[in-house]
């Protein structure tokens, strides 16, 4: 073979492994290009549908109630944590059928509810909840849950020595052994709460300052789980009738709409968890509003039937949707605004307490704060420490 020949199939076969490697360099590039935006831009669908069990994809939202004998994962009167006003057998209900109910996904099942492999799972972590009451429910229920499966109660105890109750704005339960702090930040709006403009009209007596995030946000970093909820005090009768206004850029809103209001404090949030939180290390969850069943045109009754009950409140939900979507960093949705519509049943009602007084809105413990538990976990045994390099 002359050198010339020699020389051109050398430069033939150089140029090949060139074109090799950088086929498959480009490939490694594109490919780790993808997985960081799949990572930091979650799929529409991950938002709203559901989660991925197993070898598929499963809307766990989309779902019914079925009878389960082996209901409720817990007894209240022997949870330390959970509130007496969240416990109605002990208040004076008599039936139990509403205790029976597990929440069942259509195409898929979701795990047991394992306490013990859910403590050994969160040891060393911290797990936050943010939000109004019905954050605090999901709170002692998920502590109730993980009690049942506690060899030696005395471990576990209220960090500050606090009675559970809903005038605290901080409550935090250590788990002892597990070294293990699940906590609750009471923080209603999720935005700051301030007093009004000296010079402001006399009708304004409290503000919400939409463009600043609460000011014990700073306790919320730092977490290993923390899941946020907010819609029940965006309210008429929580805000304008008690002389609660909006303000932003350092000016009042008098004539701003509620829901208008809740997209800006959202927005806030949002900037928030972008800027603030680590998401490397944090799974971050909004969960969805939470039907209530008040009847009548006084909603002095509790529509109590087997049928769903929808309530004018999906400019919310949409609003929350839009958000969460939109944002740079991962957030989960708990949409366990459907589930709840098929529950009437398990309202609090007239087995209140301290107060006799009728509640449509609050939740019975055992009960549909349980599922939003056994939602979460699932989710994150399945998808989110998988993500993070569990």
């Given at each position: 073979?002359?050198?010339?020949?020699?020389?051109?199939?050398?430069?033939?076969?150089?140029?090949?492994?060139?074109?090799?490697?950088?086929?498959?360099?480009?490939?490694?590039?594109?490919?780790?290009?993808?997985?960081?935006?799949?990572?930091?831009?979650?799929?529409?669908?991950?938002?709203?549908?559901?989660?991925?069990?197993?070898?598929?994809?499963?809307?766990?939202?989309?779902?019914?109630?079925?009878?389960?004998?082996?209901?409720?994962?817990?007894?209240?009167?022997?949870?330390?944590?959970?509130?007496?006003?969240?416990?109605?057998?002990?208040?004076?209900?008599?039936?139990?059928?509403?205790?029976?109910?597990?929440?069942?996904?259509?195409?898929?099942?979701?795990?047991?509810?394992?306490?013990?492999?859910?403590?050994?799972?969160?040891?060393?972590?911290?797990?936050?909840?943010?939000?109004?009451?019905?954050?605090?429910?999901?709170?002692?229920?998920?502590?109730?849950?993980?009690?049942?499966?506690?060899?030696?109660?005395?471990?576990?105890?209220?960090?500050?020595?606090?009675?559970?109750?809903?005038?605290?704005?901080?409550?935090?339960?250590?788990f002892e052994?597990?070294?293990?702090?699940?906590?609750?930040?009471?923080?209603?709006?999720?935005?700051?709460?301030?007093?009004?403009?000296?010079?402001?009209?006399?009708?304004?007596?409290?503000?919400?300052e939409l463009d600043k995030v609460d000011e014990i946000s700073s306790k919320w970093v730092d977490s290993d789980i923390l899941v946020f909820n907010s819609g029940h005090w965006w309210t008429r009768s929580k805000l304008f009738h008690v002389g609660r206004h909006f303000q932003a850029g350092g000016r009042l809103k008098l004539g701003m709409p509620i829901n208008a209001a809740f997209r800006m404090a959202?927005?806030?949030?949002?900037?928030?968890?972008?800027?603030?939180?680590?998401?490397?290390?944090?799974?971050?969850?909004?969960?969805t509003y939470e039907p209530s069943h008040w009847s009548g045109s006084n909603g002095k009754g509790c529509n109590v039937s087997k049928q769903p009950s929808f309530e004018d409140k999906s400019e919310f939900g949409k609003i929350l949707n839009d958000v969460v979507t939109n944002m740079r960093v991962p957030v989960t949705l708990l949409n366990v605004t459907s589930m709840g519509l098929f529950r009437s049943d398990a309202h609090i009602g007239t087995w209140n307490y301290p107060s006799p007084d009728l509640d449509c809105s609050h939740w019975c413990l055992p009960g549909v704060p349980d599922a939003w538990n056994e939602l979460l976990f699932s989710y994150l045994f399945t998808n989110g420490w998988r993500q993070l390099g569990r």
């Open positions: 073979m002359s050198r010339t020949r020699k020389s051109w199939v050398s430069g033939l076969v150089f140029d090949s492994i060139a074109l090799i490697f950088f086929i498959v360099s480009s490939a490694v590039v594109i490919g780790s290009v993808i997985h960081l935006y799949l990572r930091r831009f979650p799929c529409r669908g991950s938002l709203l549908s559901g989660f991925i069990i197993k070898k598929g994809f499963c809307d766990v939202f989309d779902g019914d109630w079925v009878f389960d004998d082996s209901y409720p994962l817990y007894n209240s009167s022997k949870c330390p944590f959970a509130e007496r006003g969240f416990n109605c057998l002990a208040n004076g209900r008599k039936d139990s059928g509403y205790l029976k109910l597990r929440w069942k996904p259509r195409h898929c099942d979701l795990p047991k509810f394992s306490p013990h492999n859910v403590l050994e799972s969160v040891r060393g972590k911290r797990v936050v909840f943010v939000g109004d009451s019905m954050s605090r429910t999901q709170w002692e229920s998920l502590i109730c849950m993980l009690m049942s499966g506690v060899g030696d109660p005395g471990n576990v105890y209220e960090v500050n020595g606090s009675e559970i109750t809903k005038t605290v704005r901080f409550l935090g339960v250590r052994r597990y070294n293990l702090s699940v906590e609750f930040f009471r923080s209603v709006f999720l935005v700051r709460q301030g007093s009004p403009p000296k010079h402001g009209p006399r009708r304004v007596r409290a503000i919400l959202l927005h806030t949030w949002a900037s928030w968890v972008e800027k603030i939180v680590d998401t490397n290390r944090t799974q971050v969850f909004f969960r």
